[in-house]
């Protein structure tokens, strides 16, 4: 019986050189431009090229090439560029992996039928938090988050759920110097947001306070991998005048255990408490 050739590690010796040598300049600009793309609902070329400082003619090779591919698209009539389907397709396959969303999404679909909210998934990219599913309500006035749209950590829901279960020095290294406000009620002193994380950690729920977009907010729980680590998390979220203060314990229940669900149903493990 012939003995099963071992696979390549899909890896070169020299994987763990992380000098600028081991970067391909091209494609990083390349890189930097999508993201650019991928941030805005339309851009010009100018603006793409201003973004990340780069040459109109360098940065127009690059999203013809994106186009070509289908990562980029660009409409003739408003002479805009926008992110491509292909793009969406190759970010669906990190979902697949982990099978976040597809297992999240019945539990959310339960949690806009049983508050009337709009239920959301989301993880977190160093400071900030990137929505990746959305199930809307059918009321006409409700939030709504585009998968890949980018919010700072510290004034989200989600944000806070998750890095209320991280270390001093995970906390530390996602965090910005200066928490930047975006509404009057954002928290921006380091000590507060600490004390808040604490809290949010023991009653297993956290709370945006109208601290993104006034008028509206925001509760959400965290979801654990199979390490007992918080890396995404779920929420609902509305106008202040139907997600009110004095339904906080309720619907943070109500998110906990759903966030609960989600974790047990991808594998993973809730903290002790």
């Not at 938090?129 to 998968?147: C, K, N, S």
């Not at 989200?156 to 995970?170: L, N, R, T, W």
């Amino acid at each position: 019986m012939k003995q099963a050739q071992a696979r390549n590690r899909g890896r070169p010796k020299s994987f763990h050189d992380k000098s600028e040598s081991a970067v391909i300049q091209s494609l990083d600009r390349a890189i930097d431009v999508l993201r650019t793309v991928a941030a805005a609902d339309g851009l010009s070329l100018t603006e793409i090229a201003e973004a990340g400082g780069q040459s109109p003619a360098t940065v127009y090779r690059i999203l013809t090439t994106f186009s070509r591919h289908r990562f980029a698209e660009f409409d003739e009539v408003n002479q805009l560029w926008f992110v491509g389907l292909e793009a969406f397709r190759t970010g669906m396959g990190f979902l697949g992996r982990t099978q976040l969303s597809d297992r999240a999404r019945p539990i959310m679909q339960r949690i806009m039928a049983e508050t009337g909210e709009t239920a959301n998934l989301a993880i977190l990219d160093g400071g900030e938090v990137i929505f990746v599913g959305q199930i809307e309500t059918h009321e006409p006035i409700r939030a709504f988050f585009r998968p890949g749209t980018r919010s700072p950590g510290h004034a989200s829901g989600i944000g806070k759920a998750i890095m209320a279960h991280f270390d001093e020095e995970a906390l530390a290294a996602r965090l910005p110097l200066e928490l930047t406000a975006h509404t009057p009620s954002t928290i921006t002193d380091h000590a507060a947001l600490k004390r808040e994380l604490a809290e949010i950690r023991a009653r297993g729920w956290a709370v945006d306070n109208e601290e993104r977009t006034q008028g509206m907010r925001c509760i959400a729980a965290p979801v654990f991998n199979s390490f007992g680590e918080a890396v995404a998390g779920v929420s609902l979220s509305g106008p202040s005048v139907r997600v009110r203060p004095e339904r906080d314990a309720e619907f943070g229940a109500l998110i906990a255990r759903a966030a609960d669900e989600i974790t047990r149903s991808t594998g993973g493990t809730p903290p002790r408490p």
